[in-house]
């Protein structure tokens, strides 16, 4: 491994500081979970390392006077999934913490790393854009709001430039909403998704209103099946309903195969996994 700088800056403009939008090799770091893996294999080779770790407001939680809440970036996972707020106001995360790797990742990986990263097969991505989020994001022109579905442009490419720290996420009030994340593994119950699914679905059994169905790890980026939406959309979920809806997932997403699973596999598991998920949220057990 060549030589590296790691520097840990107390404010935000001092970080922004150490940053360059034309330098690769320098980059923002979090726990180090995914980090310090692509460094140990050659993938990634830092001339400087910014440890986000001291700067102030970036590790707490909050409530929002809106019903919804915050999450500052450097807070573990393990803290979200241990929060008595987060649990009242969004438990549908508490539950995908609980499958997401294992205790020790949760205790070390950090939100903004969740969704920094760009690696399609996380949990945490697809879900937070069902649940309509946005990371707020800081850098040497001020602040800006992405969506986090917004935040992916490919395999591993988000819209932040090299000098750009997400500092928070924000979640909206969830009053009303029925929820729920799937997550499907072929390996062990915790491993990386084969497929994930979230739903967010307003209105219930008397009709579906303003659904959001994302899914995860089998498209490049986390996508929104606006197709099946529109089928639910407006109409009282029965089996035929929920049926319609599983064959339009399958023919809106077109999956990649990747070592969890051929497209073909992963095409069936959207067909299968789309529908549980939506009878998940619907009877309240997707949490
Ligand atoms: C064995 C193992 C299994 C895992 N399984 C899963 C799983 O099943 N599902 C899942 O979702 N995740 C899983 N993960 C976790 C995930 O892959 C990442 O490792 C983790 O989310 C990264 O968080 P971090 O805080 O450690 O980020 P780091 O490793 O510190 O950083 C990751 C990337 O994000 C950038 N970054 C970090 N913070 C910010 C910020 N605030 N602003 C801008 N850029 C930033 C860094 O520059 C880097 O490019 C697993 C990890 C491991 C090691």
Redesign the pocket.
């Known amino acids: 491994m060549n030589p590296f700088e790691i520097v840990e800056p107390r404010t935000t403009a001092e970080a922004l500081a150490f940053l360059a939008a034309d330098d690769p090799g320098t980059?923002?770091?979090?726990?180090?979970?995914?980090?310090?893996?692509m460094m140990k294999s050659g993938v990634f080779q830092p001339t400087r390392l910014v440890s986000?770790r001291q700067l102030e407001g970036f590790s707490s939680i909050d409530a929002t006077p809106e019903g919804g809440i915050r999450v500052g970036?450097?807070t573990p996972l393990a803290a979200i999934e241990c929060s008595p707020l987060v649990k009242e106001r969004a438990p549908v995360i508490v539950a995908a913490m609980r499958r997401?790797?294992n205790v020790r990742?949760r205790n070390?990986?950090?939100i903004?790393?969740?969704l920094?990263?760009g690696?399609p097969?996380?949990?945490?991505p697809p879900l937070l854009s069902a649940l309509g989020a946005e990371a707020v994001v800081v850098g040497p022109a001020g602040e800006r709001t992405v969506a986090v579905i917004d935040l992916y442009v490919g395999y591993y490419e988000t819209v932040?430039a090299h000098n750009?720290?997400?500092r928070e996420v924000r979640i909206p009030s969830l009053a009303g909403r029925l929820t729920a994340y799937l997550k499907c593994t072929t390996r062990s119950a915790?491993?990386?998704?084969a497929l994930g699914v979230a739903v967010n679905l307003g209105g219930g059994e008397n009709g579906i209103s303003d659904a959001r169905i994302v899914v995860g790890a089998v498209t490049e980026v986390p996508t929104r099946l606006v197709g099946v939406e529109t089928v639910l959309n407006g109409k009282k979920p029965d089996a035929a309903l929920i049926a319609q809806a599983c064959e339009a997932a399958a023919a809106e997403v077109s999956p990649m195969s990747d070592a969890r699973g051929s497209a073909a596999y992963k095409q069936q598991l959207v067909r299968v996994y789309v529908g549980r998920a939506i009878r998940a949220a619907l009877h309240g057990v997707g949490h």
């Open positions: 980059r923002p770091i979090a726990g180090g979970s995914a980090l310090m893996l986000l970036a450097m997401l790797a990742v070390q990986a950090c903004g790393g969740a920094a990263h690696d097969h996380m949990d945490m932040l750009e720290i997400i915790d491993d990386w998704p």
